[in-house]
């Protein structure tokens, strides 16, 4: 199986023999499993994505690949013969809310990396934080679908290029529907909050360590932009995020700005002049203290405009401000949040060495 390494937000690969079976995180595994703590040491030299800190272990997923051969006759319905990720073991502690949404992107990614055709999960329904899990998955486009004979456990199984709602949703996560209605927009995001709001963007000379899953914004994958920009995106349209020059930054500004990746609207809001009908908008999505976000208000007059938006993807290579001004995306005397056409969108894509059915299908 093919895995990707992550370098914010405290998600590392560990090998099981680098993990500590004694740890409490894996009590409940061993009450649901009673064969947990041998399977544990066999798996000694696999990895699992792990998120651990001075308290312990905090969030553990083990996945795997299984072909087209692979016995079900265990389930109760027979699964059809398909390449699969299967979500081996998967456990948050109870206070991980957004951590969630980080893992289940994980999972997303790993299907597409891998090429896959389902996805599929068993789990028991009984504790809080399987509960909990349940509600994810099914936010998350998973569906129950059968049950495991033996253990008795639920089998949820979400299918893999296909939208499966209304745009914009979850359920459809990573996936865009292509639409030739939808509007596409450039989204200037200061430097000091493109990384705790995009982390999966940060750029080499930033520091992984300043990024952690202790900015509980960072791990959702709904994220929220706070300005006063004149721009009008709706749901359903697509941002492409421009990283400003950092303060401090000597080069030219053509030089040192970069497009870093793009999501979809989910949610567009105009015109918010109190800071509680803010916060009623914003919940903890936000990586903007109350201190900033009264600031803002204060700095206009007509009030603050607020985006949600899903991140979809942060691009391997990225375009510069000078790739725009060449190829007029962007006019010297732009400024750089502005709408732009589909084929500067593709362009975009391009140069940055993105296919772009890999999402939009």
């Not at 061993?30 to 699992?48: M, N």
């Not at 500004?253 to 497009?259: D, E, I, K, Q, S």
């Not at 989910?266 to 918010?272: D, G, P, R």
């Amino acid at each position: 199986m093919q895995l990707k390494s992550y370098d914010v937000l405290s998600v590392k690969q560990y090998r099981f023999s680098e993990l500590n079976l004694d740890d409490v995180f894996f009590d409940s595994l061993k009450t649901d499993y009673p064969g947990f703590s041998d399977w544990f040491l066999r798996k000694g030299g696999e990895k699992a994505f792990v998120v651990k800190n001075e308290e312990g272990i905090q969030a553990f997923l083990y996945m795997k690949i299984e072909d087209p051969n692979e016995d079900y006759s265990h389930f109760e319905k027979i699964l059809d013969p398909a390449k699969r990720l299967k979500v081996g073991t998967f456990k948050i502690s109870q206070n991980g809310y957004y951590l969630g949404e980080r893992f289940f992107r994980i999972i997303l990614e790993h299907a597409i990396i891998n090429n896959v055709e389902e996805i599929y999960v068993t789990i028991f329904p009984n504790r809080e934080e399987q509960k909990k899990l349940i509600s994810f998955m099914k936010e998350f486009g998973f569906n129950l679908y059968t049950k495991n004979k033996k253990t008795n456990e639920q089998v949820y199984i979400r299918k893999m290029n296909i939208i499966l709602n209304a745009e914009p949703s979850l359920n459809n996560y990573p996936y865009i529907a292509k639409n030739s209605s939808r509007n596409y927009f450039l989204l200037c995001i200061d430097s000091v909050y493109h990384t705790k709001l995009i982390p999966d963007s940060i750029i080499r000379e930033e520091n992984p360590n300043d990024f952690t899953s202790k900015i509980t914004a960072a791990n959702a994958i709904q994220k929220i932009y706070i300005g006063n920009y004149r721009i009008s995106p709706q749901p359903g349209d697509i941002i492409i995020y421009y990283r400003m020059k950092p303060e401090g930054d000597k080069r030219a500004a053509r030089f040192a700005t970069t497009l870093t990746g793009f999501g979809i609207v989910s949610e567009a809001y105009k015109n918010i002049k109190s800071f509680e009908d803010v916060e009623k908008i914003v919940s903890k999505r936000t990586v903007l203290t109350e201190k900033e976000i009264k600031q803002k208000l204060a700095n206009h007059k007509y009030g603050v405009n607020i985006l949600k938006f899903y991140d979809i993807y942060s691009f391997k290579k990225r375009p510069i401000r000078q790739f725009l001004l060449e190829n007029d995306i962007l006019g010297d005397n732009d400024y750089p949040t502005k709408k732009i056409s589909e084929q500067d969108f593709d362009l975009i894509l391009k140069e940055a060495k993105f296919s772009k059915n890999i999402i939009f299908i």
